[in-house]
């Protein structure tokens, strides 16, 4: 079985990124590359291929009584994706629990992607997760659900902060790392799945697919909630996490999003789909746009659009729904408001 | 019960490595944070001689533990495998003298005043790792092994001791109790937490008259249960036996609980639950 690393790894740069911190972040807004005034972009283009379509699935779900095994799976079809033999690890967002909130990925949706996975022939499928700052991650399991569904059907659970390491070199250097130690599992997977909710994000503005990633970076190495990432920068983080463990699908739990201030103080939000797709730049800007921000100014996503994937609307191909069955507006803090799109 | 307690002790036993520490989940490599609570659970027992030797032996830079070997440092697993050698009666190998000199002499990074949160961010403690900022978790941990630690060492410097405590209540939730990090975010009050306040509260033991550890106890009364999990449950368990407090509550929760502490598997989960359920325990690795 090829690893992540072998598969995807390639050897480290020597020259240093730009560090984009968090209090840099209204002022790259005004930027357009940050990263190009620090004299040379922090990735090599010849490393990436940006495809020039990516397809984005909205598959409707109104709301958690529905069958998520179907859905996934019509999206896997409708998508063209095939996981037969593929050892997957799902990355869920789980980063808190409170009752009646909209913080983390519905435990459901988690299950039904499961067994709609196993069913197209992927040869195993582990869920793992490491959370941000609640690093007892049993009583997130426990008190989410997920821990039931889990025993009922069989399905393994990785502690992503816990897990035995590896260190491998960053694809990007957007932070100034040269490498970062990620979970042996994580790596040993071939095929990672990226499930987060859809929220607005207090620091970030959106986290959906891409800021998810910040949950496989063990704590055990790094402290909570990931210190030296938020040193770095979170947008820089983001990027380099996604150049370099590059997800291969995204199952965004859209159905109840968060608003507001999010990631765990916002408010639920019912929106009612689920969105799915293998570029994960085109499905967080797509989701970006359902609520109302522009993808565009949002800085990692728009950094992101240069070498990962698509962000130009006419380079993304809508399955299922449309995206204006579901567009709307979040509300988001005041200091994101300027990034709103303009409604008709 | 004792069913129960044999089954935790059994389950550590099957997952000690062939090095004689444990990894946080069966088959992984051994870490520092695991080794050292199942050291205190096992302690009195082969498994436990065993895991106090390879603590004695456990790879250090500049006198800090490193959290695995061929990692880096963490300075709260430093100070829980600080308590495990105390209770042990355990030396490390470059002199326990040595650890404590070097826990004290790192600090979390001081940062500028934030309008995002009312916290003193000037005050120093402890961080998970060098060069970040100081969090309650590691804060409490260093701060509880260090006093552990003061009777029998002169070097403990009671200015640190000050600073981490004062920065544990200034830390505190307005309701009692801790959160992770910051009690307040953007004018939002944050939540306290079970496991983060059972520890600070084992920490500040020596200042139970200060208003915010009479509150912080009163939450950690009222909501000890309300975190179901084998290390949340376990350390309410700890810290309520040790201000003398009622525990019947967790007790039966941790109990409760144990099947599912047991199928995830986590090491320093279930070494944390087999020592605080064990009767033979006065949990004297962790009380001042």
Not at chain 1, 187 to 197: E, H, Y
Not at chain 2, 103 to 109: E, H, S, W
Not at chain 2, 131 to 146: H, I, K, N, Y
Request: glycine share 8%.
């Amino acid at each position: 079985m090829p690893s992540v690393q072998n598969r995807r790894m390639p050897r480290s740069h020597s020259d240093g990124g730009c560090v984009l911190a968090r209090r840099d972040f209204l002022g790259a807004m005004a930027v357009p590359f940050v990263a190009a005034a620090c004299g040379r972009p922090p990735y090599d283009p010849a490393l990436f291929h940006r495809p020039s379509m990516s397809a984005v699935g909205l598959f409707p779900a109104a709301d958690y009584a529905a069958d998520f095994s179907e859905i996934v799976a019509r999206g896997l079809r409708e998508l063209g994706i095939d996981v037969r033999g593929r050892h997957v690890l799902l990355k869920p967002n789980m980063v808190e629990y409170e009752s009646n909130t909209a913080i983390n990925t519905h435990p459901l949706v988690v299950a039904g992607a499961a067994l709609a996975l196993r069913s197209a022939g992927a040869a195993d499928v582990v869920v793992g997760e490491g959370p941000g700052h609640r690093r007892d991650i049993e009583y997130l399991v426990t008190q989410t659900g997920l821990y039931d569904h889990l025993r009922e059907h069989r399905i393994r659970f990785v502690d992503l902060n816990h897990d035995d390491v590896r260190y491998v070199p960053l694809r990007s250097r957007f932070t100034g790392l040269e490498t970062i130690a990620l979970s042996s599992e994580l790596l040993q997977a071939d095929f990672i799945v990226t499930m987060p909710k859809l929220k607005t994000h207090h620091w970030a503005g959106m986290t959906a697919s891409m800021k998810n990633l910040f949950g496989t970076v063990p704590g055990a190495v790094y402290g909570w909630p990931k210190n030296i990432l938020h040193m770095k920068g979170i947008e820089n983080s983001i990027l380099d996490l996604n150049a370099t463990i590059r997800p291969n699908l995204a199952i965004v739990d859209a159905v109840t999003a968060m608003e507001g201030d999010g990631p765990i103080m916002g408010k639920p939000r019912h929106v009612g789909f689920i969105a799915m797709g293998s570029d994960v730049v085109s499905v967080d800007a797509t989701c970006a746009r359902i609520i109302g921000l522009d993808p565009a100014r949002l800085p990692y996503l728009r950094t992101a659009g240069r070498f990962l994937g698509n962000l130009d609307v006419r380079r993304i191909q809508q399955r299922g729904e449309p995206v204006s069955r579901y567009a709307t507006t979040f509300d988001v803090l005041d200091r994101f408001k300027p990034i709103r799109l303009e409604r008709p | 019960m004792s069913n129960g307690i044999h089954n935790l002790a059994e389950s550590l036993r099957r997952g000690q490595n062939a090095d004689g520490g444990w990894g946080y989940f069966p088959g992984k490599a051994s870490r520092l944070e695991p080794t050292a609570f199942a050291a205190l659970a096992l302690a009195g027992t082969a498994a436990g001689a065993a895991a106090a030797a390879v603590l004695h032996q456990w790879p250090s830079r500049d006198g800090l533990l490193l959290e695995r070997a061929g990692g880096e440092p963490n300075f709260a697993f430093h100070g829980v495998a600080l308590l495990a050698m105390r209770a042990c009666r355990n030396e490390h190998v470059s002199g326990t003298a040595a650890l404590i000199g070097a826990l004290q002499r790192v600090k979390g990074v001081r940062l500028a005043p934030s309008n995002t949160g009312s916290q003193d961010n000037t005050l120093q403690a402890w961080s998970w790792i060098p060069q970040t900022f100081s969090w309650v978790e590691p804060t409490a941990w260093c701060l509880l092994s260090l006093k552990k630690w003061a009777p029998m060492n002169r070097e403990v410097d009671p200015a640190r001791l000050d600073e981490a405590e004062r920065l544990l209540i200034n830390r505190s939730c307005p309701a009692g109790g801790w959160n992770y990090g910051n009690a307040d975010v953007l004018g939002k009050d944050l939540r306290p937490y079970v496991p983060t306040s059972a520890i600070a509260l084992l920490a500040l033991q020596h200042r139970r008259d200060h208003p915010v550890v009479e509150r912080s106890l009163a939450y950690l009364e009222k909501h000890g249960t309300s975190e179901r999990s084998g290390t949340a449950l376990a350390l309410a368990l700890l810290a309520l036996r040790v201000y003398g407090r009622r525990d019947d509550a967790v007790r039966s929760a941790l109990i409760g609980q144990l099947p599912i502490t047991m199928a995830l598997q986590n090491h320093a989960a279930i070494a944390l639950a087999a020592y605080a359920l064990s009767s033979e325990q006065t949990y004297a690795a962790f009380t001042l």
